[in-house]
Nanobody, 123 residues
Framework: QVQLVESGGGLVQAGGSLRLSCAAS????????IGWYRQAQGKQRELVAA????????KYADSVKGRFTISRENAKNTVYLQMNNLKPEDTAVYYC????????????????WGQGTQVSVSS
């Protein structure tokens, strides 16, 4: 059984920064890809960023490229999402997911999701 717990959300002004954390339990973490998703009110959940098991490959949604950075510390079973220059349109609940990062640069979500953390960006 895998458990994912997100933290680090909050309210920030436009242009500000937040760092989200996703702490995972279970032995499969270090061999799995991880994705950060977000879901704004009334919209579908979308992939924001993903990282492969070693941390050597990443992918980002076009809307966050150059502003968000995904990273991981396998020794701590934790993945991070550093979010800079936040915009009001980044407001959403952010979820992490454990899945499969596969060639050449794709991510397929698995069945396990965290409970989500709210990010709100004021203008």
């Amino acid at each position: 059984q895998v458990q994912l717990v997100e933290s680090g959300g909050g309210l920030v002004q436009a242009g500000g920064s937040l760092r989200l954390s996703c702490a995972a339990s279970g032995s499969t973490f270090s061999s799995s890809g991880i994705g950060w998703y977000r879901q704004a009110q009334g919209k579908q959940r979308e992939l924001v960023a993903a990282i492969n098991s070693s941390g050597g490959r990443t992918k980002y949604a076009d809307s966050v490229k150059g502003r968000f950075t995904i990273s991981r510390e396998n020794a701590k079973n934790t993945v991070y999402l550093q979010m800079n220059n936040l915009k009001p349109e980044d407001t959403a609940v952010y979820y992490c997911n454990i899945g499969v990062y596969f060639f050449p640069n794709n991510y397929a979500p698995g069945d396990y999701w965290g409970q989500g953390t709210q990010v709100s960006v004021s203008s």
